[in-house]
């Protein structure tokens, strides 16, 4: 199912259990995507976000140097898509950012490789 979904795209993560950051990288590239991390701080993530092209991200909320709150707003600006994944809920997000896309950990790979499937279907040329 994921092969070639991500074809073409360059996909930012933002996660900072190793483990998790490797399962994540192996499914971005399993499905086509140009992987560009993962980084594990804040810090290291905005700047990746400075210096390159992003087509989506997928940000753990809890990086080792604080929420990744900062990098959305980024993203944001940019008009990048994303996904917190996040062991906390949606509810757990600012109330004042309704589009912001959430989606549970631990995830099913199928229903994440969706979500960022319909977050880029209005980028598909």
Avoid: C
């Avoid at 940019?78 to 109330?95: H, Q």
């Amino acid at each position: 199912m994921a092969d070639g979904l991500l074809a073409g795209y360059h996909v930012l993560i933002a996660e900072d259990e190793p483990v998790l950051a490797l399962l994540i990288e192996d499914l971005i590239q399993d499905a086509g995507g140009e992987v560009i991390g993962p980084f594990a701080t804040v810090a290291e993530t905005a700047a990746a976000v400075r210096s390159n092209k992003i087509d989506i991200a997928i940000l753990d909320l809890s990086l080792k140097d604080g929420n990744a709150y900062p990098i959305a707003d980024m993203l944001d600006t940019r008009a990048v898509p994303f996904i917190f994944l996040s062991g906390y809920g949606a509810d757990s997000g600012p109330t004042d950012r309704h589009k912001w896309v959430w989606h549970s950990k631990p995830f099913v790979t199928e229903e994440l490789l969706a979500k960022m499937k319909g977050l880029l279907l209005p980028y598909r040329d």
